[in-house]
T-cell receptor, first 112, second 117 residues
Framework: QKEVEQNSGPLSVPEGAIASLNCTYS??????FFWYRQYSGKSPELIMF????GDKEDGRFTAQLNKASQYVSLLIRDSQPSDSATYLC????????????FGSGTRLQVQP | DTAVSQTPKYLVTQMGNDKSIKCEQN?????MYWYKQDSKKFLKIMFS???????INETVPNRFSPKSPDKAHLNLHINSLELGDSAVYFC????????????????FGQGTRLTVV
């Protein structure tokens, strides 16, 4: 069983629409949740992090966390073609393990 | 100034060769990592060092040997390269949040694309 699961996509949305990216995780002890964006041929870069249940907003991005359902999502409002990339969900468990466990990523395509 | 830098960016080599990838971070972080990203874009932890001490060693062939001369550097040496080692290897670093609870994000280097022929 994969520890962090994401739909591989591609998720295709028109420019200006809301893109919704989802992630589930298996370890109930997970404490920290991250969304990274990775353009083709580039390294992952942090978009958002969230530690507490609920929503966290940063500009056009909103991260949502539901620990009871072991679910974390990323909403991108007013999607732009420049948002087209692979979005990686990453989780860290509260076990003293100092490393992130990544999902396989969801490829987002924003159509102009 | 590049925060996490790794060299080389591209590495093409023949099966059976030995190669090294170097990584340096100037962020003052305590923890450094090596991740492997396969052709399906799946990022998997290989090793983690905290203040030069190995703390994570995933199921990686012992042909892979990390070395951390100081907390700002983490190198990866690979012996007897195989075709299946072809991947992108990312170095990353993070600040130790003291274990447990919230955990700080990892910053990634630009990656080393290793191709074994």
């Amino acid at each position: 069983q994969k520890e962090v699961e994401q739909n591989s996509g591609p998720l295709s949305v028109p420019e200006g629409a809301i893109a919704s990216l989802n992630c589930t995780y298996s370890d109930r002890g997970s404490q920290s949740f991250f969304w990274y964006r990775q353009y083709s041929g580039k390294s992952p870069e942090l978009i958002m992090f969230i530690y507490s249940n609920g929503d966290k907003e940063d500009g056009r991005f909103t991260a949502q966390l539901n620990k009871a359902s072991q679910y974390v999502s990323l909403l991108i409002r007013d999607s732009q073609p420049s948002d087209s990339a692979t979005y990686l969900c990453a989780v860290n468990a509260d076990t003293g393990r100092r490393a992130l466990t990544f999902g396989s990523g969801t490829r987002l395509q924003v159509q102009p | 100034d590049t925060a996490v830098s790794q060299t080389p960016k591209y590495l093409v080599t023949q099966m059976g060769n030995d190669k090294s990838i170097k990584c340096e971070q100037n962020l003052g972080h305590d923890t450094m990592y090596w991740y492997k990203q396969d052709s399906k874009k799946f990022l998997k932890i290989m090793f983690s060092y905290n203040n030069k001490e190995l703390i994570i060693n995933e199921t990686v062939p012992n042909r892979f040997s990390p070395k951390s001369p100081d907390k700002a550097h983490l190198n990866l040496h690979i012996n007897s390269l195989e075709l299946g080692d072809s991947a992108v290897y990312f170095c990353a670093s993070s600040q130790d949040a003291g274990g447990g609870g919230a955990y700080t994000e990892a910053f990634f280097g630009q990656g080393t694309r290793l191709t074994v022929v």
